[in-house]
C-alpha cells in the first residue's frame, strides 16, 4: 500500500514551498508519487494498492493506475492515524500481511521492500523503517491494532519511537529496517536522489 496525496500548487508539501515554491513543491510531491510506485513495480515484489487522498481522480493516481497497474482506493479516517488502521483493516482482510509505505522517501530501496516481505513471510508479527525526522517511512503487519494509529503525534519527532514501543508492549517479533530521509523540508533537499521528469 502507498499512500498518497494528490498534489495542489499551495497545499502540497508545504514546509518545501519557500524553497521551492507553490508550483515545485507540487511538481516534487508529483515525481516521488511516480517514483515509488514504479520502483516497487521495479523490484517485482506485489501489485500496489495507491491509496489516494482527497480524490483518486488525479492526474498522477490515474497515470499510476493506467501505467503501472495500481490500484486506486480512497484513504478513510479522521486523521492520519486512523486512516493508516483502516488501510490495514481492509488489506488484512484479504492477504496474510500488508506493507504500507508514504510516498516522500524516494531513497527507500528494493532491499528494504524485499527485507520488510521477508520478515513478515517468515512469520514475523510487524516490520517497520524509521525515518531520519523520527517518523517512519513504512510499517508492516501481519495483524492490525488500533493501539499503533490511536494518540500518536503525528509529524513529531516521536512517532517511530512510540510506534516501536507499542510493538515492544504487544510482544511482537518486530523487524526494524535502515534508516532513511523524507524529503519534507528544505534541508531535505540536499539528499533528494535524481527522479525521472514526468
Same mark, same amino acid.
Given at each position: 500500500?502507498?499512500?498518497?496525496?494528490?498534489?495542489?500548487?499551495?497545499?502540497?508539501?508545504?514546509?518545501?514551498?519557500?524553497?521551492?515554491?507553490?508550483?515545485?513543491?507540487?511538481?516534487?510531491?508529483?515525481? #516521488?508519487?511516480?517514483?515509488?510506485?514504479?520502483?516497487?513495480?521495479?523490484?517485482?515484489?506485489?501489485?500496489?494498492?495507491?491509496?489516494?487522498? /482527497?480524490? &483518486?481522480?488525479?492526474?498522477?493516481?490515474?497515470?499510476?493506475?493506467?501505467?503501472?497497474?495500481?490500484?486506486?482506493?480512497?484513504?478513510?479516517?479522521?486523521?492520519?492515524? #486512523?486512516? &493508516?488502521?483502516?488501510?490495514?483493516?481492509?488489506?488484512?482482510?484479504?492477504?496474510?500481511?500488508?506493507?504500507?509505505?508514504?510516498?516522500?522517501?524516494?531513497?527507500?530501496?528494493?532491499?528494504?521492500?524485499?527485507?520488510?516481505? @521477508?520478515?513478515?513471510?517468515?512469520?514475523?508479527?510487524?516490520?517497520?523503517?524509521?525515518?531520519?525526522?523520527?517518523?517512519?517511512?513504512?510499517?508492516?503487519?501481519?495483524?492490525?491494532?488500533?493501539?499503533?494509529? @490511536?494518540?500518536?503525534?503525528?509529524?513529531?519527532?516521536?512517532?517511530?519511537?512510540?510506534?516501536?514501543?507499542?510493538?515492544?508492549?504487544?510482544?511482537?517479533?518486530?523487524?526494524?529496517? /535502515?534508516?532513511?530521509?523524507?524529503i519534507d523540508?528544505p534541508q531535505?533537499?540536499?539528499?533528494?536522489?535524481?527522479?525521472?521528469?514526468?
Open positions: 500500500m502507498v499512500f498518497a496525496r494528490a498534489p495542489m500548487p499551495g497545499a502540497s508539501k508545504t514546509r518545501l514551498i519557500p524553497a521551492l515554491g507553490d508550483e515545485g513543491a507540487a511538481a516534487l510531491q508529483k515525481k #516521488m508519487i511516480i517514483h515509488i510506485v514504479k520502483k516497487i513495480n521495479l523490484c517485482n515484489l506485489s501489485p500496489v494498492d495507491l491509496f489516494c487522498t /482527497p480524490t &483518486m481522480d488525479a492526474p498522477v493516481f490515474r497515470y499510476c493506475a493506467e501505467t503501472y497497474r495500481a490500484r486506486r482506493v480512497l484513504q478513510v479516517g479522521a486523521d492520519l492515524g #486512523m486512516r &493508516m488502521y483502516h488501510a490495514f483493516e481492509q488489506a488484512l482482510e484479504e492477504h496474510p500481511w500488508a506493507i504500507l509505505i508514504g510516498s516522500d522517501c524516494p531513497s527507500t530501496q528494493c532491499s528494504d521492500l524485499r527485507g520488510a516481505l @521477508a520478515h513478515l513471510q517468515a512469520g514475523g508479527d510487524a516490520v517497520i523503517g524509521p525515518a531520519a525526522d523520527g517518523g517512519y517511512y513504512l510499517i508492516g503487519l501481519r495483524s492490525n491494532n488500533r493501539s499503533l494509529f @490511536a494518540g500518536i503525534p503525528w509529524g513529531t519527532q516521536q512517532v517511530f519511537a512510540l510506534t516501536e514501543k507499542v510493538m515492544k508492549t504487544l510482544a511482537w517479533d518486530v523487524r526494524v529496517l /535502515p534508516v532513511r530521509r523524507d523540508t531535505d533537499l540536499a539528499y533528494l536522489p535524481e527522479l525521472e521528469q514526468q
